[in-house]
């Protein structure tokens, strides 16, 4: 059993939980994620390490709240436990040499998306952040972002906070004014990532991905994250999450995560009854 040592509610959909977890928090590395089981009932479900302290011993996650299972386990509380968590998986970001590097997060991928800009900084990498999300209310990690970049973009879809407009075409802009990107790092939702690849095209820029497509064991043994990477099929949890964003079947992706969203609803349904039960 792991325990909470500190919840934060980061906007309304999105939250923060810091977990007691010192053999993970001493081999964590950016880009690996955890497979959490909120209670003994639970499904297993993917989350990426947003942070680590590996003096305290803790693994930060941040998550939204979309299903059945992020809402059991924002039913938790600081001091409660979380009945299973396991790693580091996946393979960590490869960060190695990079010298100047723009990287893209969108929405809650925002919180994969930072710890790798912390890590390029602290490796006294030029990270030039851009962000974007749909409106100021649902707005993460600004503050830390802003003390992990050299030059930090924000974007909104409706203009209320930052710049309004897409992270595409800041990175464009930031390209057309003469920055030369070892590479380009872009996670959020599969539109974004396919678009910003499509963009980072056009310009010969390495672009690196971060998938997360349905994973259960995050062994490589279900075989239900695959995914089709340069015509040959790879699954997320051993031979990710990151990828070669040029590589990236992201048509097939999308269609693939689209299949479960019935069954993700009638989850989600069923997780808000009991736990409105349980608060009765």
Same mark, same amino acid.
């Given at each position: 059993?792991?325990?909470?040592?500190?919840?934060?509610?980061?906007?309304?959909?999105?939250? %923060?939980?810091?977990?007691?977890?010192?053999?993970?928090?001493?081999?964590?590395?950016?880009?690996?994620?955890?497979?959490?089981?909120?209670?003994? =009932?639970? /499904?297993?479900?993917?989350?990426?390490? #947003?942070?680590?302290?590996?003096?305290?011993?803790?693994?930060?996650?941040?998550?939204?709240?979309?299903?059945?299972?992020?809402?059991?386990?924002?039913?938790?509380?600081?001091?409660?436990?979380?009945?299973?968590?396991?790693?580091?998986?996946?393979? #960590?970001?490869?960060? =190695?040499?990079?010298? %100047?590097?723009?990287?893209?997060?969108?929405?809650?991928?925002?919180?994969?998306?930072?710890?790798?800009?912390?890590?390029?900084?602290?490796? +006294?990498?030029?990270?030039?952040?851009?962000?974007?999300?749909?409106? %100021?209310?649902?707005?993460?990690?600004? /503050?830390?972002?802003?003390?992990? $970049?050299?030059?930090?973009?924000?974007? $909104?879809?409706?203009? $209320?906070?930052?710049?309004?407009?897409?992270?595409?075409?800041?990175?464009?802009?930031?390209?057309?004014?003469?920055?030369?990107?070892?590479?380009?790092?872009?996670?959020?939702?599969?539109?974004?990532?396919?678009?910003?690849?499509?963009?980072?095209?056009?310009?010969?820029?390495?672009?690196?991905?971060?998938?997360?497509?349905?994973?259960?064991?995050?062994?490589?043994?279900?075989?239900?994250?695959?995914?089709?990477? +340069?015509?040959?099929?790879?699954?997320?949890?051993? =031979?990710?999450?990151?990828?070669?964003?040029?590589?990236?079947?992201?048509?097939?992706?999308?269609?693939?995560? #689209?299949?479960? %969203?019935?069954?993700? #609803?009638?989850?989600r349904e069923a997780s808000c009854n009991l736990l409105?039960?349980?608060?009765?």
């Amino acid at each position: 059993m792991f325990q909470i040592v500190e919840k934060a509610v980061l906007n309304p959909t999105v939250t %923060k939980l810091v977990i007691s977890a010192p053999l993970i928090a001493k081999k964590a590395q950016p880009g690996q994620f955890i497979i959490v089981r909120p209670f003994d =009932d639970s /499904e297993r479900i993917p989350l990426t390490v #947003a942070d680590y302290d590996r003096e305290a011993g803790t693994v930060t996650i941040i998550f939204q709240v979309v299903g059945g299972t992020t809402m059991e386990l924002n039913s938790l509380n600081q001091g409660d436990f979380v009945h299973d968590f396991v790693g580091p998986l996946g393979v #960590a970001s490869h960060l =190695d040499g990079l010298k %100047k590097v723009a990287v893209v997060g969108g929405g809650v991928g925002c919180a994969i998306a930072y710890p790798i800009a912390k890590k390029l900084h602290e490796m +006294g990498c030029e990270v030039h952040s851009i962000v974007g999300f749909r409106n %100021k209310d649902l707005v993460i990690l600004e /503050e830390e972002f802003a003390a992990a $970049s050299s030059k930090l973009c924000r974007m $909104s879809d409706d203009g $209320s906070w930052g710049e309004k407009g897409l992270v595409t075409a800041a990175l464009e802009n930031l390209i057309n004014e003469g920055n030369q990107y070892d590479e380009v790092i872009a996670i959020g939702p599969l539109v974004m990532m396919k678009f910003v690849c499509a963009v980072t095209k056009k310009y010969n820029v390495k672009t690196v991905v971060s998938m997360n497509p349905i994973m259960i064991d995050g062994t490589g043994m279900c075989g239900g994250c695959r995914l089709t990477v +340069g015509g040959k099929t790879r699954f997320a949890c051993v =031979d990710g999450p990151d990828f070669d964003g040029h590589l990236v079947d992201f048509d097939e992706a999308m269609k693939r995560g #689209a299949m479960y %969203k019935e069954f993700e #609803a009638h989850a989600r349904e069923a997780s808000c009854n009991l736990l409105n039960k349980e608060v009765k």
